[in-house]
């Protein structure tokens, strides 16, 4: 992230670090808590409702759900589109992972209501961006909701909801990445330099909204 040694690039980085080492730090801290309170290290098996609640807000951080979704759209825009592309994927896959893992255990009331609010307020805060890394994260938020809110019932359907969540993404960073376009407004004027792309980007774009 803080390779092009810019302020912002910096600032990202330093975010980044401080929420996935705090993340790490209560996800190993909820396992100690269910081995204190058990006698078992073994983290498919969480009983103990302390243990769960900690692990689901350490994963949550580490996604970027809201409440705790205030880094990830500021870590985004601090870097550089490829660098953006493997936090928005690759990045991801670990906690998704670890919540797969763990789904049968966790409170599907709590991840209910942090899978909606993050469907809703990614929506809403998009709205009003005008920087294409930004909308991309907030865009995350909401694709993660989805992925969250149905963990409970079919944790395989979220995998693949994953799947096509990181495909369509790439898809966009690459294409953006080709165009060298960051703002709204670059990408209106865009589409005289290769029209095909364009009309593809169009087109993922929509597939991304669901459309």
């Known amino acids: 992230i803080s390779k092009s040694h810019h302020p912002r690039a910096v600032e990202a980085a330093t975010k980044y670090f401080l929420t996935q080492a705090a993340a790490s730090a209560l996800v190993l801290f909820s396992s100690m808590t269910n081995a204190w309170q058990t006698g078992q290290w073994d983290i498919t098996q969480l009983t103990h409702p302390t243990s769960c609640l900690i692990l689901t807000s350490a994963l949550a951080i580490k996604l970027g759900l809201v409440p705790f979704h205030f880094w990830f759209p500021e870590v985004l825009q601090g870097s550089p589109l490829t660098t953006g592309l493997l ?9 998704i992972a670890l919540l797969y893992m763990t789904s049968p255990s966790l409170n599907p009331t709590l991840l209910t209501t942090l899978a909606i609010l993050s469907t809703a307020l990614g929506g809403w805060m998009g709205l009003n961006q005008t920087q294409i890394r930004k909308i991309l994260a907030f865009s995350s938020i909401s694709h993660l909701g989805w992925m969250v809110i149905i963990i409970a019932y079919s944790p395989k359907l979220t995998l693949l909801n994953f799947y096509l ?7 966009v960073f690459l294409t953006l990445n080709t165009i060298k376009t960051l703002k709204l407004s670059t990408l209106m004027t865009a589409w005289t330099k290769t029209p095909p792309l364009n009309a593809m980007l169009l087109l993922t774009l929509l597939s991304l909204a669901g459309l």
């Open 87 to 95: 936090l928005s994927t690759i990045m991801k896959l670990p906690p």
């Open 165 to 171: 969540y990181a495909m369509m993404t790439t898809t």
